[in-house]
């Protein structure tokens, strides 16, 4: 029997999640490099369109789990769901997307199967020991090349952008139960709400000039010459995580913009131009702003990761450059 | 109620970082190590929950020697006291080595509530911590930006981060596992005499044979994943780097910006 790659699929509000096409291209270029077949794995409660939605795509099988227990994600019914699945059908790969869902859950699930994880995974390449995974470490400073160096089933996920989505497939998948799910699967969280975080009048993502400020700034009592820079340009103010987190990003009550996060856990945004003075750019922000037209980083480290997706660089003192960059707008700008 | 707070001494990724010679990791000499950021935070909570139900800190974590500095500044930040998993069998293990040897820890230890940050910053598997709930057979959450113990400890209202700026709001089981996110809360400073308190505070240092643990579970040994290799990232196209002082700097990106690029 030709080894197998699964793909967990992720979905809210009855639509898959982007990156669950992104995890099927993964898995798709996954089982041609070990000349296997990939199958989809979708869980829920009234799964509905949701299914016809993840057949579509060119999977052996679509493997589905339709439970009440499931209708809100929870660690404990979808560990409980997969584990037995797994553990008979023993999977070559199991994919999954690197969502703040999956990675609450997946290595949660290695320790029930005591399976390999490779979490982030941006790329591979199948050497003569086997595969051999990249992944980003030191805040995407620097990658490294990981090798499982025990057998069985291997889960990993894959980082947004590494695997485009319009590299998955199309076709028509078999839908099939998921085989030895247990009875009587139980939440282990009890749903509470859903809450939106902070202010939503601030919508960063129809912005067109955007000066994002990183944790190189040093201060809630220097942002105001980016704040100047943005007045110039007409532009809108956003933040890195840390420059939150530090409460630098005040607003005149002296709360903290959260809103003005941008990045993984922030707003994913896509100006004509966007200014990042003193972000070092950690992958969990470059996932918000990468789909910017001109990108200007400004930072004082020249290895910061920052400069390898932005199209102009200036090494050096933001606190300088920011008010010379200022002056130079305003002169063109009249 | 007694927290055990999980930490991790990381390179400052501030710092100049250099490949050592056998291209495995850092080259560690002369290099800054801190409190991982988010384990930060995860002090922080640990402590004032510790101070609101009237019970204590007790921190852990496994690195080498080095690692003992980070334990005595949780130490002069209020923990009661520290576990150090020093000895050499437990070092270079991957996520599920390291959660082996913390939750062992942890059950010798005794908690009703285990505290850490989410990710690490220099490896960042972002799975440790969830590993270690299950050797524990306990709940956990990832990435918690709010937390309240209630009924006297025995649920606790868990706030998560989520995607696009949401967060979902539920209720677990204690004891668990919470891996917070950094920002959750406002670490503090330790005191002066804090500082002084802390040197005669404890600091354990089990055996794995102390916590029932055998060798092969644990550090390379027990790990699943190796490094062969670390490296600077391929720059791919990279930034059209712009010279000279700021204001000529300056000048030549907002001509750039406007008759090369369009977008002025």
Redo the contacts between chains.
């Keep these: 029997m030709s080894e197998q790659v699964w793909v967990v699929l992720q979905h809210r509000e009855g639509k898959l999640h982007r990156m669950s096409k992104e995890a099927i291209a993964a898995g798709q270029r996954l089982a041609g490099e070990i000349g296997g077949t990939v199958s989809g794995v979708l869980l829920g409660s009234g799964l509905g369109d949701l299914v016809a939605q993840a057949s579509a795509f060119d999977l052996a099988t679509l493997y589905t789990v339709d439970d009440s227990a499931l209708q809100d994600y929870n660690p404990g019914a979808y560990v409980a769901a997969l584990t037995p699945a797994i553990r008979e059908q023993a999977p070559a790969f199991v994919v999954f997307p690197h969502t703040y869902q999956s990675v609450d859950y997946f290595p949660r699930l290695g320790q029930a199967l005591d399976a390999a994880l490779v979490p982030e995974v941006i790329g591979f390449e199948n050497g003569a020991d086997g595969l051999i995974w990249q992944r980003p470490i030191l805040g995407g400073k620097l990658q490294a090349r990981v090798r499982v160096k025990t057998s069985g089933t291997v889960l990993l996920s894959v980082q947004s952008g590494a695997f485009p989505a319009d590299g998955a497939a199309a076709g028509q998948a078999d839908v099939e139960p998921l085989p030895s799910v247990p009875s009587g699967l139980t939440s282990d969280r009890e749903i509470l709400e859903v809450q939106q975080v902070g202010d939503d009048q601030v919508d960063l993502t129809k912005a067109d000039v955007i000066v994002a400020i990183g944790r190189g700034v040093g201060g809630a009592d220097k942002v105001e010459s980016l704040r100047e820079l943005a007045k110039v340009l007409g532009a809108d103010i956003g933040a890195s995580r840390p420059v939150i987190d530090n409460g630098w990003l005040l607003d005149a009550d002296g709360n903290v913009e959260r809103e003005r996060q941008i990045g993984s856990s922030g707003q994913t945004v896509a100006p004509k131009l966007y200014i990042a003075a003193g972000i070092s750019g950690a992958i969990q922000h470059l996932v918000g702003m990468k789909g910017a037209t001109c990108i200007v980083a400004i930072n004082k480290d020249a290895t910061a990761p920052i400069f390898n997706i932005a199209h102009y660089g200036i090494v050096g003192d933001l606190h300088e450059i920011v008010p010379a960059l200022t002056e130079a707008v305003a002169a063109v700008k009249g | 109620m007694r927290i055990a707070v999980c930490i991790k001494q990381v ?1 400052d ?2 710092a ?2 250099r ?1 050592a010679k056998d291209g495995k990791w ?1 080259d560690e000499e002369d290099l800054r190590f801190v409190i991982n ?1 988010s384990d930060e935070y995860a002090v922080e909570e640990a402590l004032t929950w510790a101070e609101k139900t009237g019970g204590e800190v007790v921190i852990i974590s496994l690195g080498p020697a080095r690692v003992q500095e980070a334990l005595r500044k949780g130490l002069a930040l209020g923990a009661a006291k520290a576990i150090h998993l020093v000895d050499e069998a437990y070092q270079g293990g991957d ?2 080595a390291t ?1 082996v040897a913390l939750a062992a820890a942890i059950q010798n230890e005794g908690a009703d509530l285990v505290l850490t940050g989410s990710q690490s ?8 911590a ?2 270690v ?3 524990l057979g306990w ?5 918690v930006m709010g937390l309240e113990v209630e009924e006297g400890g025995a649920t606790a ?1 868990v ?15 204690l004891p668990a596992v919470i891996e917070v ?3 959750i809360n ?1 670490p503090r400073y330790a005191s002066l005499k804090g500082i002084m308190k802390a040197k005669r505070k404890p600091i354990d240092k089990p055996t794995p044979a102390e916590l029932g643990l055998d060798a092969a579970s644990l550090g390379a040994a027990g ?14 196209d ?5 010279e000279g002082d ?2 000529a ?3 030549e ?2 001509e ?3 008759k090369e ?1 369009r ?2």
């Design positions: 390179p990724t501030e100049r970082l490949v850092l950021e996520a599920r959660a910053d220099d490896v960042g598997y972002g799975s440790t969830s590993l709930a299950g050797h709940p956990h959450a990832w990435l209202k706030t998560r981060e989520m995607e696009s700026g949401m967060n979902e709001v539920f209720r677990l089981t996110q950094a920002g406002h790990s699943h994943l190796e490094i062969l290799e670390i490296a600077f990232p391929d720059s791919g990279g930034a059209q780097m712009i700021a204001a700097a300056a000048k990106l907002v750039k910006l406007q690029a977008v002025l």
